[in-house]
């Protein structure tokens, strides 16, 4: 039975605010702020319960090991005399924000029938650049099943790829042929554009997609420029939805008609400009939302705590919910610590369109297993971290020993 299961990244002990990514506002407004990783964590873990109590299917992935010394290695530093950045950059706790780990194509969209995924290669940002091979070890675990899943390796340089932050589905079900949509950036912007065409392209080939099912889109450059680095931080799609700001594309009424000539049941439930300025959209990060289909029919936003504090955008949501569009709920989630680094409750999850029982079971959240994470969390993680933490080597032993206590509580040492 296939189902969409989204997998959460646990928020890592070594979570911090080192303004690492240009062009995301967040993270450079709370550039040198006082983390909270212990806080950070369970916020995480709070939200997969509240999703689990929504009657959704959950998983979640391990942090990674950090700070990654044999990058340091590679650049011929050690954590004693590597430059503050690059130090930073070994530290970081970004693998969090599991919709950029990889791109996911289900099972019914893919000519071998099987689900596929590419491992996301990050390359923009050099904080992120060295994650992939870490999440790939635990993809290559979780979806270890070659009956049903494909785990492929990264879109080669210099094709930038941030996974399912710039890729949406549309579809009449979950387990129904859908329409997969890759969303690119184009250089030259104030901002960076980290997704770059061809990545898309690879990974449409390589996952065995349909020409006809498969839609590339260009992306705003006036939304990248207002601190737009990902798709998903001004559009969202769930089934036969498409939540969108009006800018979020390039040439909007082009990329409308595009994604209804090649899936005729669209919903487009617009937020226009008017309503709802680009600054206030990425200020609330409501279209940062997790839009789930709810066991007993009709959809929920599963949105950011911060998009009440913005009144144009929570009375523009009241509205939209009493009306009788298909987003019926709205569900908001405490994710401040992440949010403070620009990830909101989308960016933290991957989806996947998988039978449950297919998948490692150990990566599989329940209620018990929740329970161990967070009893784990409380003991070891960091209470806070100050930037000028991040040179005391005492710090680096203390995140280390934290997530082994983590993989051992959950039986997950394998990925050392
Ligand atoms: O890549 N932040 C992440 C946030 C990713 C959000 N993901 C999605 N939109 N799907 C990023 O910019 C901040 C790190 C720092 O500044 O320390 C950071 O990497």
Wanted: some cysteine; aromatic content about 6%.
């Amino acid at each position: 039975m296939l189902t969409e299961i989204n997998f959460d990244g646990i928020i890592g002990p070594s979570h911090n605010y080192a303004g690492l990514s240009l062009g995301n506002i967040a993270s450079a407004n709370n550039a040198g702020s006082v983390s909270a990783p212990r806080a950070a964590a369970l916020q995480g873990i709070a939200k997969m319960r509240a999703n689990l109590a929504l009657g959704l299917p959950q998983g979640f992935f391990m942090p990674l090991d950090r700070p990654n010394i044999g990058w340091l290695d590679r650049l011929a530093t050690d954590m004693a005399s590597a430059e503050p950045h690059l130090r930073a950059a070994s530290f970081s706790a970004s693998s969090m924000w599991a919709a950029n780990a990889a791109t996911v194509s289900p099972a019914p969209d893919t000519r071998d029938g099987r689900c596929h995924l590419t491992i996301a290669n990050l390359m923009t940002m050099p904080h992120r650049s060295h994650e992939w091979t870490g999440t790939l070890a635990q993809l290559q675990i979780a979806f270890a099943d070659q009956r049903h899943f494909a785990v492929h390796g990264p879109v080669p340089a210099p094709f930038g790829d941030e996974g399912a932050a710039n890729h949406m589905r549309l579809c009449d079900g979950h387990g129904a042929p859908g329409v997969e949509i890759f969303v690119y950036g184009k250089a030259g912007g104030r901002f960076p554009a980290r997704q770059h065409i061809e990545a898309g392209k690879a990974i449409a080939r390589r996952h065995g997609l349909a020409p006809e099912r498969t839609l590339f889109i260009q992306q705003s450059e006036t939304a990248i420029a207002a601190g737009a680095f990902h798709n998903d931080v001004v559009a969202v799609a769930n089934e036969t939805v498409l939540f969108t700001h009006e800018q979020a594309f390039e040439d909007r009424e082009a990329a409308y008609a595009a994604i209804r000539a090649a899936f005729p049941p669209l919903q487009i439930v617009e937020v226009p400009a008017s309503a709802v300025s680009l600054a206030d959209a990425i200020k609330s990060y409501l279209f940062n939302a997790q839009l789930v289909s709810l066991p007993g029919g009709g959809q929920a936003l599963v949105l950011p705590s911060e998009a009440q504090a913005v009144p144009t955008v929570w009375g523009w949501l009241e509205a939209m919910v009493a009306g009788n569009g298909p987003i019926r709920k709205l569900v908001p989630v405490d994710v401040r610590q992440s949010m403070a680094n620009g990830g909101g409750p989308a960016c933290l999850r991957l989806r996947v369109v998988a039978d449950p029982a297919t998948v490692d079971p150990r990566f599989i959240a329940t209620p018990e297993r929740l329970d161990l994470a967070e009893r784990i969390i409380a003991e070891y993680w960091p209470e806070s971290i100050a930037p000028d933490a991040l040179a005391d080597p005492a710090l680096a032993d203390t995140v280390r020993t934290a997530r082994a206590a983590l993989l051992s509580a959950l039986d997950l040492e394998a990925l050392g």
